[in-house]
Structure formats: structure tokens, C-alpha cells
């Protein structure tokens, strides 16, 4: 979580871009970015150490939340730094589209206007799902996705709890090995808890690269590497979270060892957090059957507490 960055550095430049305002302004927008009210008349004494007051209880985490707030307002460069060296600024561009959740031949995709960046899909559409709502600053719920999905699937427009299900289903069919199910199960039990709709969706089989040949078919430099994730997550503030699951094809060829594909793995993983990506990887044996589920619950648990977003009480006392 950056262990360079100390609680103390966060509140500095927190408080340094709120003590621009005015100081009649500052004890309202301190209440507002959710920080205790205090005597407003201190405000006028010190800007900066009403502030800072305001922040004292608070570790990086929820420290971390209220700085994007800020952020989400007001321009902060300093702030915006801090956030950087903590590898919490999200992914910068604008979001276009998801071609996700492929459960049979690879989608072929041509450029259709290449000075507006539209993609057109023009073979195989039907086995791949592909998303192009906009996405708001909140990212994209689990919630959000239902209600495209039931836009997109008549038979289910009227049941949010039937395209629910429905979608589960539907995600399910692109999953490549049992870990995977085993994560992407125990993530719905989760969500699909009462309350749990609010939580991020999370979306199997995401294309980040695509390269239109074959492995068979492209000669060097060789096809693009790790052309799909496995599993995406769209936080709020532009936070991209993807979850890799490794199976013995990720490190070894025929039971032994290969440095060659492990390099290649370390090398996309950093690619991808110079992106602004954030990337965590779970080895395919510590999601079996038996502790898989306790391992996923946990997981996302400290994942949403670092990121101030609240789990519904259901499923807060089921991952305890």
C-alpha cells in the first residue's frame, strides 16, 4: 500500500488543498467530504490545522477516500502526487467499451472508424458479450450491469433477481478452469446477498489486447501476450482492479518449469500497473473447493476496506 508514504504526508496535502477555500467555505466541504464538524471559528485562525484536525483520526485508507473527493473537485497537484507514489490515481483515457465473457471462437474486430476509435465486432459477435454505457466516476456495479443486461435481454426485463441469475449464468460459461469458478462463485455469493447489487461487478474474460492472428498464424514478434484477464474490476475514481488466476500453463510446459513464460508474466504484470492498473494473482491450488471460498471472501474484503467501499452487513459478517 506504498509504506513510503506515511498517514501524516496524506493529510498534509489533503489539508493544503482544502485550505485554498475561503475560510467561511472550509467547515462546510470538510463535512462534506464525510470528516467531523468542528468549532467553525478555528476555521478562521487556521485554515490548514482545521483541517488537519479533521483528519487526525484517519489511516490511509479512508484518508485515501477523501483525497479522491478532493481530487473529484478541486486541481491538487501535490495531492495528486502523494496518490501517485501510493499506486492509487486509477487509469487515466477515456473509458470506450467491454468485449468480455467469450464462450466460443475469438470475436474478429475491425476498426470502423479509426479517428473516432469505433470498433465494430464482425464475426463470432455472438459468443462474447460487449458493454459500451458510459462509466461514471462510481465505476461499474454489479447493479449497473444487471440493468444492461435486462436492456439487452427482453426476457428478463422485468425481474432484477431473474437477470441476476440469468447473467450469473451466462458469465459462468466463459470460465477456463475450476479456480476460476471457484473465485467467480464465491464473489457471487457475495453480491447477490441482499444489499450486495451495490458492490463492483466482476467481469470474467475481459479483452485488453487484441491481436487479429493466431498464435499458429502470427510469426515474430509472436502473438501479443495475455490478450484477455481473467477477471476485471471498475472501482470508482478510475480504479481498475485485475485478478489473475494461475494454473501450472502460466509458469511450466509439460510439468516443468519455464523461466521463458514466467518472465513473460512479471513482464505484462508491470505493463499493466504503469498503466494504472492494480494486479493480484492467485495460485490455482489455493482456490480449491475446501478453502477457496474462505480465501475469495477475505480477499475482497480487505480489497473493499482499502478502497472505503462499504460491504453489505449480510456479507460483512459471512467473510469475518
Not at 19 to 41: F, M
Not at 254 to 259: D, T
Not at 288 to 297: F, I, L
Amino acid at each position: 500500500m506504498g509504506d513510503a508514504v506515511k498517514p501524516e504526508t496524506l493529510r498534509s496535502a489533503i489539508a493544503s488543498a482544502v485550505a485554498e477555500l475561503k475560510s467561511y467555505e472550509v467547515p462546510d466541504e470538510c463535512v462534506r467530504l464525510g470528516l467531523a464538524p468542528g468549532n467553525e471559528g478555528d476555521a478562521f485562525k487556521s485554515k490548514f490545522r482545521y483541517v488537519m484536525h479533521r483528519l487526525r483520526p484517519l489511516a490511509i485508507p479512508e484518508l485515501t477516500a477523501v483525497a479522491r473527493k478532493v481530487l473529484d473537485e478541486y486541481e491538487a497537484p501535490e495531492l495528486e502526487q502523494v496518490l501517485a507514489s501510493l499506486g492509487m490515481t486509477g487509469v487515466d483515457g477515456e473509458f470506450k467499451n467491454l468485449i468480455f465473457a467469450a464462450n466460443g471462437p475469438k470475436p474478429e474486430i475491425v476498426l470502423r472508424d479509426a479517428v473516432n476509435n469505433r470498433l465494430d465486432i464482425v464475426r463470432n459477435a455472438q459468443y462474447c458479450l460487449t458493454y459500451t454505457r458510459p462509466l461514471g466516476a462510481a465505476g461499474l456495479s454489479w447493479a449497473e450491469l444487471v440493468s444492461w443486461w435486462q436492456e439487452t435481454n427482453p426476457a428478463v426485463s422485468g425481474d432484477q433477481a431473474a437477470a441476476s441469475g440469468h447473467l450469473c449464468e451466462r458469465l459462468a460459461e466463459s470460465l477456463a478452469s475450476p479456480p476460476e469458478e471457484v473465485l467467480f462463485h464465491t464473489y457471487a455469493a457475495l453480491y447477490l446477498r441482499e444489499g450486495g447489487l451495490a458492490l463492483p461487478a466482476l467481469i470474467p474474460q475481459v479483452y485488453l489486447h487484441y491481436d487479429p492472428y493466431t498464435a499458429k498464424t502470427r510469426t515474430a514478434p509472436g502473438p501479443l501476450a495475455r490478450q484477455r484477464m481473467d477477471f476485471l474490476l471498475l472501482l470508482p475514481h478510475r480504479v481498475r482492479v485485475v485478478l489473475e488466476v494461475d494454473g501450472q500453463q502460466h509458469y511450466s510446459v509439460n510439468g516443468q518449469a519455464n523461466p521463458k513464460l514466467y518472465a513473460q508474466m512479471v513482464s505484462e504484470d508491470r505493463q499493466l500497473k504503469l498503466s494504472g492498473y492494480e494486479v493480484y494473482r492467485f495460485g490455482g491450488h489455493e482456490l480449491d473447493q475446501n478453502g477457496g471460498p474462505r480465501v475469495v471472501a477475505g480477499f475482497f474484503r480487505e480489497l473493499f476496506g482499502r478502497y472505503d467501499i462499504p460491504l453489505p452487513p449480510a456479507v460483512s459478517a459471512s467473510s469475518a
